[in-house]
């Protein structure tokens, strides 16, 4: 039965990847996605892009892991020597837009549900979640999904991660920063010329070190990458806009953050553009963890963001191929990851208790 689901999500992989789904406009890899479900006799539903479904025997005096991946990708970028819509196969390497990122672990997973599906007496709940907009963290993913999927205990978030064990994830916030000046003619003296003024700023933003670490994520980091001023060569510009990327360790919240930044940094506002996407992790001594270690997996700290961000729940972050392939020109899985994915999540299944 694992063979002939393997190939079936590779099947699927390949018709995902010669489908057009950029964020929220994912509605025909929601239809194939439908067509997988329909075609193993799934119940499930549909909302605007996401699909999801529980296992047959669902028991709400059971506690619930949550399977997920997202359907969504990037738009690709301009150096593919490849058709980024064409699924090809080369050396065991499966090519296209999203097949590593997250196609593999989305296929690989909705093998796993349908392995477990109708299986009697687990002992836990599953719910399936194909999720949109992750790429985007847009309102309508997973986000969305949380007010109408049964409350769930913890989840399984299916990134490529060299079936490794990310037992922990970095949050995001990016702030719109403003540094004032007084604006006049270049020809003229002025003691207060915004750009000058970010010299001090820059410095700040470079030289700062947050007090506290993290084992698994180690430490904040905060990086300025865009700067925009001025509108001509003889005029002074009256302020100077930054945008600050921070990545958030565990051991601060997003708030935290914020209130640290607009309590000191120099400059004349900055302001978090959404405090969302906080860190997530699961502890060391969790069943998933523990018999994943066992399996012979290591487990890491993750410095990408994924849809953990918006789970409450205890998360770990598993699935096939490498993050350093993703966003990249000629994404590429190998197909031996998804087949080694997909007994790798099913052992995890049967040993793990939630």
């Known amino acids: 039965m694992i063979e002939q689901l393997t190939n079936k999500a590779i099947a699927l992989l390949k018709k995902l990847i010669e489908t057009q789904s950029f964020s929220s406009e994912e509605e025909h ?3 194939l996605i439908e067509g997988w479900f329909t075609e193993h006799n799934i119940d499930f539903t549909r909302t605007k892009n996401n699909i999801w479904a529980l296992n047959k025997h669902f028991d709400e005096s059971k506690p619930t892991l949550l399977l997920n991946s997202h359907h969504d990708t990037v738009k690709p970028n301009s150096a593919y020597t490849k058709d980024p819509f064409k699924a090809i196969v080369e050396d065991g390497k499966l090519y296209g837009l999203g097949s ?6 989305l296929v690989s997973l909705l093998a796993t549900f349908v392995y477990y599906y109708k299986q009697e007496n687990l002992k836990y709940n ?19 999904m949380l007010p109408i999927i049964p409350k769930v205990d913890v989840a399984i978030v299916g990134e490529p991660t060299l079936m490794n064990l990310a037992v922990a ?26 750009i000058y003024n970010c010299i001090e700023a820059l410095q700040w933003f470079k030289d700062l070190k947050f007090d506290k670490s993290s084992e698994a994520l180690g ?27 921070v990545r958030v360790n565990d051991a601060y919240s997003n708030a935290e953050i914020a209130e640290i930044l607009q309590k000191n940094a120099p400059v004349t506002s ?8 906080n860190s ?11 018999e994943g270690i066992a399996m012979g997996r290591s487990t890491y700290g993750s410095p990408t963001l994924s849809d953990q961000a918006v789970l409450t729940c205890k998360s770990l972050k598993l699935g ?5 392939r993703s966003h990249s020109a000629d994404e590429f899985i190998y197909i031996n990851e998804i087949e080694e994915g997909i007994k790798i999540y099913i052992e995890l299944l049967n040993r793990a208790i939630v």
């Open 100 to 105: 590593n990122d997250a196609g593999g672990c």
């Open 280 to 290: 997530s992790s699961i502890p060391m001594d969790h069943a998933l963890v523990q």
């Open 126 to 144: 599953l719910v399936m979640v194909a999720s949109a907009e992750e790429e985007s963290s847009g309102p309508n993913g997973l986000n969305s």
């Open 219 to 245: 430490d904040v980091k905060l990086t300025v990458t865009q700067i925009n001023a001025g509108t001509q060569h003889n005029v002074v510009p009256g302020h100077v806009d930054l945008v600050i990327d």
């Open 320 to 324: 096939p191929g490498d993050s350093t």
């Open 29 to 31: 890899t929601a239809a």
């Open 169 to 194: 994830e970095k949050g995001l916030v990016v702030f719109d920063a403003v540094i004032s000046g007084t604006p006049s003619h270049a020809a003229h003296p002025n003691d207060n010329n915004a």
């Open 270 to 277: 900055i302001t978090p553009r959404s405090l969302r996407l």
